[in-house]
């Protein structure tokens, strides 16, 4: 008779060959079989009738503020948010303090996650003018997400404006380069519009769709005279879907779900610098703009760009308020909550949170129901119906731009490596989460 650690019966898994009524097994972290297990025993089974297994799924995108702003979050509040939500691997942005630049940077955080992170994780390099020449050697370094770049000034320092700098970054090294695209000079320029007070409104208004779009085209145009695939991060506009969607051959799009959720005026109407973020939440022709680029595949992955400020900081008058929202534990339900409108299929989904990750970044051992991959479950119930409230949310801030909505569809359960880290809303255990593994070629 087989054995097995743990067997998830009789969930709806979503699996490389289709939807289907099945049992999993798994043994030494690893997924051992699909199937009907039968007579199977293991020491540990879970009950999965009613509810749906995902892959587990992955934020390309957050940022946890340590070192350095530990009074808005650090590795074991925002990992803990990310268990909660049903995250099981999250990547780490460099705008810390100081900035991830450097390999002892890297050693630093991946030191600082062991024994305290709840769920695996990834942090990546930030490019800057001088560190350029070790870009290759180091983001090779394991823990490494890949490269980093802010090409317009947002929360923290790094940047890398000029298209110099930014073909040096292009031509060291082969793991994915991720960028933020707002075109520094435009911005520049454009900053007269809400100096000295403004209404955050016109946040959208200062950093304009023409301004995300410039870095665009000029980010793309570099990386293909350079031969080398550029990820674009937290993609906002109508203009910039339709450019990307021809450039699909060196560029890979991320989307976030706020964008895909919430709309100008009406957000910073009702939620004033909480909706305050970079790039900008834009209007309804923007947001059905992204929709579209979802269904029809221009988009390969939504990260939350969870960036939590406390609500003394952005309570400040804008544009003082610093930008970012919270996200990580609010993605699943909100993505289950679309998939229950019919915005998208559940298949999409773990193909934009899962698949996505693993084919865009080159990760080993996770993004799908497998045998031999890694135990990594999200476990969600898509008939619950439940109410996102600031009490539930984990991060050191407090507080989601969610606050009150209802949405039918939430995560019950987040297995990672076969270990459950939550069950209905408790963490349990100890943080135990690990380096993501990544293949060692482009
Ligand atoms: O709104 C944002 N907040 N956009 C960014 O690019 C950075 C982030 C943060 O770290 O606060």
């Not at 490019?127 to 980093?148: S, T």
């Not at 895909?260 to 923007?286: K, S």
């Not at 497998?370 to 119930?381: C, I, K, L």
């Not at 991060?395 to 359960?413: E, I, L």
């Amino acid at each position: 008779m087989q054995t097995f650690d743990l067997i998830l019966r009789n969930g709806t898994a979503v699996t490389p060959s289709g939807i289907a009524k099945t049992d999993i097994g798994v043994r030494d972290g690893r997924i051992a079989a699909i199937g009907d297990l039968g007579a199977a025993s293991a020491a540990d089974e879970i009950d999965a009738w009613g509810l749906t297994v995902l892959p587990g799924i992955i934020d390309t995108q957050v940022h946890f503020r340590e070192p350095g702003l530990e009074y808005k979050e650090d590795l074991a509040t925002g990992t803990a948010a990310a268990a909660q939500g049903g995250v099981v691997a999250v990547f780490e942005m460099p705008n810390t303090k100081p900035s991830t630049t450097s390999d002892a940077d890297i050693a630093d955080k991946l030191a600082r996650a062991k024994g305290r992170a709840w769920v695996d994780h990834a942090f990546f390099l930030g490019a800057a003018a001088d560190n350029v020449e070790h870009l290759a050697e180091w983001e090779r370094l394991p823990g490494c997400a890949g490269i980093k770049v802010f090409m317009g000034s947002s929360t923290g320092s790094l940047l890398v404006s000029d298209d110099a700098t930014l073909a040096r970054v292009l031509a060291a090294g082969f793991r994915r380069i991720a960028v933020h695209c707002e075109d520094e000079e435009r911005l520049a320029e454009r900053k007269h519009l809400v100096e000295g007070g403004a209404h955050p409104r016109l946040h959208p208004e200062w950093r304009d769709a023409e301004t995300a779009l410039k870095a665009t085209r000029r980010l793309v145009g570099l990386a293909e005279a350079a031969r080398r695939r550029v990820h674009v991060l937290h993609v906002t506009t109508a203009e910039e879907m339709a450019f990307l969607a021809d450039h699909k051959d060196f560029a890979t799009v991320e989307t976030t779900p706020q964008h895909l959720t919430l709309a100008a005026p009406e957000c910073y109407d009702r939620l004033g610098t909480y909706a305050q973020m970079n790039p900008p939440i834009r209007d309804a022709r923007h947001r059905e703009a992204l929709w579209q680029a979802v269904a029809d595949g221009v988009v390969d992955v939504l990260g939350s760009d969870h960036a939590p400020h406390t609500r003394e900081e952005k309570d400040k008058p804008y544009p003082q308020s610093p930008s970012g929202m919270t996200g990580v534990q609010t993605l699943v339900p909100l993505m289950l909550d679309h998939i229950n409108a019919g915005r998208l299929s559940l298949e999409r989904f773990v193909d934009l949170m899962c698949a996505g990750p693993a084919r865009i970044f080159n990760i080993r051992g996770k993004g799908r129901i497998a045998v031999g991959y890694d135990a990594d479950f999200t476990v969600v119930d898509m008939k619950a119906d439940r109410v996102i409230t600031n009490a539930w949310i984990e991060s050191r801030c407090g507080w989601t731009p969610f606050d009150g909505k209802r949405v039918t569809g939430w995560p019950t359960a987040t297995i990672i490596r076969g270990r459950m880290v939550m069950r209905d809303g408790q963490l349990l255990g100890s943080p135990a989460g690990e380096p993501v593994r990544f293949g060692e070629s482009g």
